[in-house]
């Protein structure tokens, strides 16, 4: 199962259709084309030392538990993932909602609410799959080593996706230039 597959698995998709406004299948395609965008903008990041470390704090500071016994959206602070996407993104955030609105006709609005429902999700997530919090400091580079080889295994591994590091055909293509523009 690939990690988009497992976070999807955590998401209640009635809680969130009922959210968004739209039905469980609109929303199921929404997340489908979200969580790979927010993944590889994350790995993008990951890849220089002082992005790496910044998101092993950020991780760090993230609970698990949200993910225990499914996520209830009313728990996740979207103050806090509104915050996750534009460090995740940057200065090419607008650009990222634009693309992820027009591939499959989601909408700009729809990602909009989306991205800030899912950020944290794949926060708690990271830090389970991290270790329970984020915080492996074996040495300065490790965490960059670390975190960036969870990053490329999570996207990488078991999907149905090729190439584009789990970001897939036309939307990693729309996405490649744009992802890794977040700050670090």
């Not at 299948?25 to 489908?32: C, E, S, W």
């Not at 400091?137 to 990488?156: A, C, F, K, M, P």
Request: cysteine-free; overall charge negative; aromatic content about 2%.
């Amino acid at each position: 199962m690939s990690a988009a597959d497992d976070i999807l698995g955590q998401v209640p998709l009635a809680q969130l259709a009922a959210q968004l406004g739209v039905d469980e299948p609109t929303a199921r395609q929404a997340v489908r084309q979200a969580l790979p965008a927010l993944l590889g903008g994350m790995q993008a990041n990951a890849r220089d030392e002082g992005g790496a470390a910044s998101l092993a704090e950020a991780i760090g500071q993230h609970d698990a538990g949200l993910l225990d016994g499914g996520v209830d959206l009313d728990q996740v602070d979207t103050g806090d993932g509104a915050k996750i996407v534009r460090h995740v993104f940057g200065g090419n955030t607008d650009q990222v909602v634009n693309q992820l609105g027009s591939a499959g006709d989601l909408g700009k609005g729809l990602v909009q609410k989306l991205l800030p429902i899912l950020a944290p999700i794949v926060m708690a997530y990271l830090a389970r799959k991290f270790g329970g919090g984020g915080q492996q400091q074996d040495s300065g580079e490790g965490q960059g080593g670390g975190l960036g080889d969870l990053l490329g295994s999570v996207l990488g591994g078991g999907g149905n996706n090729q190439a584009g590091g789990g970001l897939g055909g036309t939307l990693g293509d729309l996405l490649g230039g744009l992802l890794g523009g977040g700050r670090k």
